[in-house]
């Protein structure tokens, strides 16, 4: 837990030159998350410019070294889904800080656990309701759509907002929790999800409230061709896939930002991840 009553102690020690200081400091600031602003404000801390731009400096290279540090590690897992969590969830405490309190599996075992005990016997079509009219989660407003938060699971879980890529990463690690057969579609443009109940195949669109689709729907998707559902089913993708396009979104959403550190970063994981054999 974040002590906030050590804050202004941390604070004056920002300009200490100490590597074994600066660390210090760094785990301290990093644990309160999206919060140390407010926890900044409620302390009525006053930061001069000069601080909170080293602050704000030490902060982001700590960050982007413990992530470029930790990337790898989920790679080693042996199962897909727990791959496709692994990575997301280091792309969340990346954003917020590896020490914040609120982790990604806990959220989404929350979610699976009120689903359960809601829906003893539920089907997907119902975690799609569950999540995406009950649970309110739904797409980012066009004005926030670029948000790079939106790729983080905490931020859209918690704030009930997300783009299509992040609404169908929770369906499926939730389904997954539950024991549903839920898999990504890597659709151009508006990323889908594949749910299967019984012996069929549905096509889910988790930004669009969760809606299965069927021919017709398909037809009136933007695309510059007709698409089938045989066709769309081919685009099933693993957790690699899904975690290559996070990658190439926020390479996206930080330029929106002109945040060059942050797209170089983001660059260099995804060169190294493309350079891997197939």
Same mark, same amino acid.
């Given at each position: 837990m974040p002590n906030s009553h050590q804050l202004p102690h941390v604070i004056k020690l920002l300009d200490d030159d100490s590597p074994i200081v600066q660390e210090s400091i760094m785990k301290e600031l990093t644990s309160f998350g999206p919060s140390l602003e407010q926890e900044l404000a409620r302390l009525n801390i006053a930061l001069s410019e000069q601080q909170r731009q080293l602050m704000n400096n030490l902060l982001e290279s700590y960050k982007r070294n413990w992530f470029r540090e930790s990337w790898k590690l989920w790679k080693e897992s042996e199962y897909d889904k727990q791959k496709l969590e692994g990575a997301l969830t280091l792309i969340s405490e990346f954003q917020?800080?590896?020490?914040?309190?609120v982790k990604v599996g806990t959220l989404l075992d929350q979610l699976a656990e009120e689903f359960s005990q809601k829906f003893s016997? !539920?089907? @997907?079509?119902? #975690?799609?309701?569950?999540l995406f009219r009950i649970k309110a989660m739904r797409g980012a407003m066009p004005e926030d759509y670029h948000n790079p938060l939106n790729s983080n699971l905490t931020?859209?879980?918690?704030?009930?907002? !997300?783009? @299509?890529?992040? #609404?169908a990463s929770i369906f499926i690690l939730v389904g997954h929790r539950v024991g549903f057969d839920i898999e990504g579609i890597n659709f151009p443009g508006h990323f889908l999800a594949r749910a299967r109940i019984g012996e069929t195949m549905y096509i889910v669109d988790c930004f669009g409230g969760g809606r299965f689709l069927d021919e017709r729907d398909l037809a009136n998707l933007n695309t510059p061709t007709t698409i089938t559902l045989r066709d769309i089913l081919?685009?099933?993708?693993d957790a690699e896939a899904i975690v290559a396009r996070t990658l190439r979104n926020l390479v996206n959403a930080y330029k929106q930002e002109n945040n060059e550190a942050n797209v170089q970063l983001m660059t260099e994981l995804?060169?190294?991840?493309?350079?891997?054999p197939e």
């Open positions: 917020y800080g590896h020490l914040y309190e016997f !539920g089907t @997907p079509r119902e #975690l799609a309701n569950f931020y859209v879980i918690q704030q009930k907002r !997300g783009i @299509p890529l992040s #609404l081919q685009l099933e993708c995804l060169q190294t991840f493309e350079q891997e």
